[in-house]
C-alpha cells in the first residue's frame, strides 16, 4: 500500500483513498479554560482543515487513530454538541472510520450512523496495520508491513539562547519484529512504525529528544525502536537520526 506523507499537514495518505489523522482531542478547550487559559473553539478551524485536505487529496474515507474527545471521564454537553456538529459536517463529504483512543470511553454511543467504530488495537488495510497506539497490537497485524499509529503527540525540542521551543513532528522507526514474535509465538513481517503527529496542535507534544522522554504503552516501550527512529518536521525537512538530535 502507498503511503504518501502531505506536505505541512499532521496527516497522510494510504493509496490515494484513505486520509489518516490522529488525535484531534476535541472539547481540549473546556480543559484549558477551567485553567484560565482562554481559547475559541477549534471545531470550524478542524472543519476548515479537513475540507481543505479532502477537497485536495480526493480522499474517499477519513480515519481517526483514536483521542477524538478530550475528556477521557465521559462525554460532556458540550463535547457531545462538537462532535455531532463535526461528523455532520465532515460525513456530507467524505465515509467515516473511527479507532477508540484512551480519551474514546463511550464514543460509539454517540456517533451517528455510519461512523465505522474500533476497538483501540485497530484494523488492517492490506499490508497497513492502524492502530490507536496505547495497546499491544492484533496477532493479525503481524502479518503487515506498516503500522500507523497516533496517541504519542510526537514532538522535538529545540533550545536557543535558553529559550525553548517544540515542533510536531513525524517518526518513523524501526519494529523490534522479536519482541512481538516472542509474545504471540508467531512470525513478525512488521518492520516499521510510522507516528502520526497530532491533529489539534494544542494539545501539546512529548519532545523524544528531551532528557526526561519516557515511552507510554507497550507498543513504544518495547516494540517500536524510536531511539533509532528518522524525524521529519511537518514540512518535509528531515531532521535526521534521532539518537543524533541533541537535546538539552
Known sequence: MQIKFLADQPALLLDNTYLVIADTHIGLELELARKGIMVPNQLPKFQEKLDKLIDETGAK?????????????GVSWAELRDLLKFFAHIMEKIKVRIIKGNHDGGIEAVMPAGVKVYEPTGFVLEDVALT??????????????????????????????????????????????????????????????????????????????AGNFKPIGPLLSKVVGYKRAEVFLLDGTALGKLNRIKSK
Open 61 to 73: 474515507e477519513l480515519i481517526i487513530l483514536g483521542d477524538i474527545k478530550h475528556d477521557y471521564k
Open 132 to 209: 490507536h497506539g496505547q495497546a499491544w497490537p492484533k496477532k493479525e497485524m503481524l502479518n503487515c508491513k506498516t503500522l500507523i499509529m497516533g496517541h504519542i503527540h510526537p514532538a522535538i525540542e529545540f533550545w536557543s539562547s535558553g529559550a525553548r521551543m517544540t515542533e510536531h513532528v513525524w517518526i518513523k522507526a524501526p519494529m523490534n519484529a522479536n519482541v512481538l514474535e516472542k509474545k504471540f509465538k508467531k512470525k513478525c513481517a512488521l518492520h516499521e512504525a510510522i507516528i502520526v503527529p497530532t491533529f489539534n496542535h494544542l494539545a501539546g507534544g512529548a519532545a523524544f529528544n
